[in-house]
């Protein structure tokens, strides 16, 4: 097999497996209905997080040069990302939830999605952060959290905060009102701006340089 049957064959792995799809979702109920929703929040929150601080430390000299891994996806912080856009230095848009596919498979082959992914984020949202819309953001956004961590840009720490999200039925989350219009003063977006974004992209969230 040539070096280009084998990307096809990987490509098609990867982007055509609806079993695997849907067995991770049903997965995730099974852990729910056995361990309720406090407990599967916390298994999320464990997994993402673990997997963060498994990922190598990665050190950029300028916030550009970091930027630029973003986009092109070789940082840890995007790394599992589709894709990425920039519309400013600090925020950072996922034109497509890398779990939409896995949804849509679900609602096509079993029906709607259960509810108890709805009420994991929920738990999540009073326990932990407030702007998960399902299980999917609870895994993202924690791996995001810790992930920066790991990360140093000009010798100062990388933070991170979730600023909006959008479900495939339009569905959207934004952070709390009393802590947005400060964040999207460090993301340097309006209200419009985000509005804007939220037509054709499905999270936008921000990394900023910790103040020393």
């Not at 609870?138 to 990388?158: D, L, P, S, W």
Request: one cysteine or more.
């Amino acid at each position: 097999m040539t070096i280009e049957e084998k990307q096809t064959t990987k490509k098609e792995m990867s982007e055509d497996n609806p079993f695997v799809d849907v067995s991770a979702f049903l997965f995730l109920e099974d852990i729910a209905d056995k361990q309720g929703e406090a407990g599967m929040s916390n298994y999320l929150v464990s997994l993402a997080s673990s997997l963060a601080k498994s990922m190598p430390e990665e050190e950029y000299d300028t916030w550009e040069t970091f930027l630029e891994s973003l986009r092109n996806r070789v940082s840890i912080l995007s790394t599992f990302e589709k894709s990425l856009k920039t519309p400013t230095e600090n925020c950072i848009v996922t034109e497509e939830c890398h779990y939409k596919r896995g949804m849509l498979e679900y609602i096509k082959r079993i029906g709607e999605l259960s509810q108890q992914h709805f009420k994991v984020a929920e738990y999540y949202n009073h326990t932990v952060k407030s702007a998960a819309l399902t299980t999917c953001c609870v895994i993202c956004q924690t791996y995001r959290n810790f992930a920066v961590e790991r990360i140093k840009v000009g010798e100062r720490n990388v933070r991170y905060a979730q600023l909006a999200a959008v479900l495939y039925d339009g569905t959207q989350k934004r952070s709390p009102a009393e802590w947005l219009p400060i964040l999207l003063e460090k993301a340097k977006i309006s209200p419009t701006k985000l509005n804007m974004l939220l037509r054709n992209n499905e999270c936008v969230w921000m990394v900023y340089p910790e103040i020393k």
